[in-house]
């Protein structure tokens, strides 16, 4: 199970740093990612990260701001955002691949486990 927290209302320029705690599985062993949906659009990749934080990828719009993080001690696993901009508004998901080794950017299909979302707003 994955449970999403830390999204909110943030004015353009700001910082949030969303959290997703696993519980069950095995956490340690997978590759974890981060997807966003915004009204009216199709889901999103947005950042993966393999099973020991050895690998990180990003989509190419969030480069340089946000950053994805994992704690295996504490099955959580973190996404920093900052300077956030009115397109980054989205409801934001993580996800879990049991295959957790990572080369590059994944796609939702290759994730087997998804939590309910968090929903971030960025004003203008």
């Known amino acids: 199970q994955l449970q999403a927290s830390g999204g909110g209302l943030v004015q353009t320029g700001g910082s949030l740093r969303l959290s997703c705690a696993a519980s069950?599985?095995?956490?340690?062993?997978?590759?974890m990612g981060w997807f966003r949906q915004a009204p009216g659009k199709e889901r999103e990749f947005v950042a993966v990260?393999?099973?020991?934080?050895?690998?990180?990828y990003y989509r190419n719009s969030v480069k340089g701001r946000f950053t994805i993080s994992r704690d295996n001690a504490g099955n959580t696993v973190y996404l920093q955002m900052n300077s956030l901009k009115p397109e980054d508004t989205a409801v934001y998901y993580c996800?879990?691949?049991?295959?957790?080794?990572?080369?590059?950017?994944?796609?939702?299909?290759?994730?087997?486990?998804w939590g309910q979302g968090t929903l971030v707003t960025v004003s203008s």
């Open positions: 069950g599985g095995t956490f340690s062993s997978y590759a």
């Open positions: 990260i393999s099973w020991n934080g050895g690998s990180a």
């Open positions: 996800a879990a691949d049991r295959y957790g080794v990572v080369d590059g950017p994944l796609s939702s299909d290759e994730f087997d486990y």
